[in-house]
């Protein structure tokens, strides 16, 4: 497959970027999207040019570190993430325009890699459980409901990666948030943290300067593990019961 | 926003059973007017519910234009630097239109009020303070120019029923299930098409000659 590339580079965070064209022949259909970046890097030292920098860690689909919007979505045109993007998915003569993650919270390190710490920071104001360390308890020590369990299993799956925000026409985490609320909020573990959890969060959300929610669901169809709509609308539900209870 | 939003589906509801009155004819259309009027004497003053409406109006008004400023306003400091290229797959064109859209309905409520209510301006002779609703309606939508603004903003109104509705259950943590959700999404549709299509017959009536003087 022969491709046109347009590359967002940007030499580091202060610096001025802009989009670069690159044409890369060779790319087999079986490489993964990262791999064709990787051919194209080998070019480019082969030429004396930078490389083009971007995150990837486990390269299989469960770490969150791959981000890339591409050609207008996130993750590319499937739904999984970057790394498990397949050039197969594009077509010979396609021109594929590269952009990192866009929001003011996130902002661009060097060329594609944007700084993710603020996901940290929400998670640090409230994405947590008090447990006991020491011996592992009894597995059946805390009956969780098999119903409340799935629903907590299935939105646990979200990796951080980002793209519920770049996809986002207002750069707003709360498919993040209400996966994280979700998840802790659903299981008896979750409950002691459960109301100063959600108030805290979007507390932390808002300060990091990520927009407000309007609900229009990009951020859903966007989410390389599917989370749904309803995390949100569990936020807010969430969120007003904290707020009722004086939080 | 959803609880201000929630208030005028409410009113709006109010609003087009009013309007459909004009289908029985001249009399009963400017006795329900004249009826409003009065609701609620002698407990209330005259013209006390009216003023009640119309605080309570723009208290939800100011509340909803308030919420949207604040959102546009971070939504736009959340995202500083644009797209080359951005692709929209999982939402619907009214979810993207509110803005715009509301901007649209906004100055749509002046022109409104300005020909139906403060100054009662008749489009088709330029005379302004008519005592008869009725005959201010029927000349007002003789004009087909006159027919088409409102039904653009009809249009307008079930773009943004259409996401608001949703977009409102979904605020107040209503919809935590998928079946919710998809309940939501069809009372979108329902009020929308309900509201927007009922305010239309009027107008739509008139055009045709089915309501006329």
């Known amino acids: ?247 | 926003m959803a609880v201000s939003g929630l208030l005028f589906i409410a009113f709006v509801l109010g609003h087009m059973y009013g309007n459909l009155k004009a289908f029985s004819g001249e009399e009963s259309f400017n006795e329900y007017a004249h009826h409003l009027r009065e609701l609620g004497e002698p407990m209330l003053p005259h013209e006390g519910f009216l003023w009640i409406m119309r605080v309570g109006l723009i208290v939800a008004l100011l509340a909803h234009v308030g919420a949207a400023v604040a959102l546009w306003k971070r939504a736009a400091k959340a995202r500083p630097v644009k797209y080359v290229a951005k692709k929209n797959v999982g939402s619907s064109l009214s979810s993207r239109t509110m803005r715009w859209g509301g901007l649209t309905l906004l100055a749509f409520v002046v022109w409104h009020l300005l020909n139906f209510t403060i100054v009662k301006i008749n489009p088709s002779n330029g005379e302004t303070g008519g005592e008869n609703p009725y005959a201010l309606l029927v000349e007002t939508f003789d004009l087909w120019w006159m027919t088409i603004i409102y039904l653009v903003a009809m249009l307008a109104l079930a773009f943004h029923l259409h996401h608001g509705t949703f977009s409102s259950l979904q605020t107040l943590g209503l919809t935590n299930s998928a079946a919710s959700r998809a309940r939501a999404r069809a009372a979108g549709w329902v009020v929308a098409i309900v509201i927007a299509g009922g305010f239309s017959l009027v107008p739509l009536s008139v055009l045709v000659g089915i309501i006329e003087k």
């Open chain 1, 1 to 247: 497959m022969k491709l046109t590339l347009k590359i967002w580079r940007q030499a580091g965070p202060t610096a001025e970027g802009a989009i670069k064209t690159y044409e890369l022949d060779g790319v087999s259909k079986d490489m993964s999207f990262l791999e064709m970046l990787d051919l194209l890097n080998e070019q480019l030292v082969t030429q004396g040019e930078e490389p083009v920098a971007f995150d990837s860690d486990c390269r299989e689909g469960i770490c969150g570190m791959c981000s890339l919007m591409i050609n207008g979505q996130a993750h590319g045109p499937e739904v999984t993430t970057t790394c498990q993007l397949h050039m197969r998915s594009f077509n010979d003569g396609d021109t594929i325009t590269i952009e990192p993650w866009r929001a003011e919270p996130f902002p661009v390190l060097k060329d594609l890699i944007v700084d993710r710490s603020a996901f940290d920071r929400i998670i640090q104001a409230g994405g947590y459980i008090s447990a006991n360390t020491g011996s592992a308890p009894e597995a059946n020590s805390v009956p969780a409901p098999r119903d409340k369990a799935m629903r907590a299993f299935n939105v646990a799956t979200c990796i951080g990666c980002g793209a519920c925000v770049a996809a986002c026409p207002n750069g707003s985490a709360s498919l993040f948030m209400g996966a994280k609320i979700t998840h802790l909020g659903e299981l008896p573990q979750g409950q002691p943290e459960r109301w100063s959890r959600v108030v805290d969060m979007v507390g932390q959300h808002d300060a990091e300067g990520f927009g407000g929610c309007t609900n229009i669901g990009e951020c859903a169809a966007a989410c390389p593990k599917e989370i749904p709509l309803d995390v949100i609308s569990q936020l807010n539900k969430d969120l007003r019961t904290a707020l009722k209870n004086g939080h």
